[in-house]
């Protein structure tokens, strides 16, 4: 793929948080970008803002039938009208990970993948590359508190990649930096078994170029085929870098940053949740092979805002906290839980969940009720099916028939707002991945009403 080729560019399922990153990649360089969507959001009403085409109804009228290059997600369907229109008249047809592939290859590639923290630690990653003025081009799976953006770029022939498991995405990638955060099981409709999807992680660290940073801890460490490698956890001594002396306060964190003995002090981070800590030493430990000035990344991390739907404030005063989060795994929703019952201790934390996808829910229903029986109270929203289709006898009620926990309800969206009406509360967490996110500015108007 050569941009010099390259006069227009259609996608075909554009409003995706990875497919509009790289819209904006396209449209950047002057390069005409339109695309499908199958319904709009607040991305793709920002995309045509910045002049991209868009339009929500699968017509092949619609289309640009010039396009030099069709890029589409694996989350559109195999049948999509759009998609074999352009596979029929023999069109130059790539997956998003083709696109991620070749700026990989182009750029000094520093890229995050696991099962949770991909899209924080590579967002700090790449705040912190833009405010010490190092630069780099991001690709990021969810948007910047600090910039409102999943994209931006730079001069400086450095890309942040948010490197996605899902269809074996990452597998195309070729990192000069890589960060390994968890193989925990997911995405089981595509791996089949966690061997196979284990073997992908390994097969993803054999193509890094210079370091694999990793979490202490993980299975296969001894198969880890790279040239040089770096482990990091929240507190454990054995790994190369990791965090000490860590205080709690308001909602944020103080602690020191350890590499092999050696101390770095006051290390501020205004971002909720003991699993952000962890997070910001993998991008310590990244900042620490690239050899940054540890002053200018200390203030760059004590000005970061975080990500939004990962561990976001959306209320917080002194009556109540709304606390809104992406978690859509049963590891993920666990540290949500537990970080939020730590943070704030002897108040009573609510869920309300969305579970995401009927494949996961079946896969997952005894993690997800094990996790969910960590919080006060629980409402369970239907499952948000995503790209599947229904499957007979998975419901949201095979979590909550193996919940141990009494207070738990399954509720429309709108009987939750109703809920959060009825009764006063402490701390209200919102989770899921699915369109759980339409609830979070009526739960929020709600509860400043209150």
Known sequence: MELTNIHSVYFVGIGGIGMSALARFFNEKNIKVSGYDKTPTPLTDKLIEEGIQIHFTEDIN???????????????PATHLELVWYQQHNFKVIKRSDVLQYISEQMQAICVAGTHGKTTISTLIAHILRHVEYGCNAFLGG???NYGVNYWSSDNQCAVIEADEYDRSFLKLKPSIAVVTAMDPDHLDIYGTVEEMERC???FISQVKDTLVYKHGLKHTQSFNAPNKVSYSLQNEAATYCASDIVMKNGSYHFNFCKNGNTITDIYLNVGG????ENTIAALAVCDLMELDIVKVKDAIADFKGVKRRFEYVVKNDQVVYIDDYAHHPEELKMLISSAKALFRNKKVRVIFQPHLFSRTRDFAEGFAESLD??????????YPARELPM???TSEIILNKMTL?????????GALQWVKAAQHEVIITAGAGDIDTLIQPIKMILENN
Request: aromatic residues 4%; charged residues 15%; proline residues 2%.
């Open 62 to 76: 619609l289309i640009n039938t010039n396009a030099d290059l069709v890029v589409y997600t694996p989350a559109i």
């Open 143 to 145: 948007i910047s508190g």
């Open 201 to 203: 992680y390994l097969q």
């Open 274 to 277: 003991m699993h952000n800590v």
């Open 374 to 383: 960590l919080a006060d109270e629980v409402i369970l929203l239907d499952i």
């Open 392 to 394: 007979e006898g998975v």
């Open 406 to 414: 009494n207070n738990k309800h399954i509720l429309s969206k709108e």
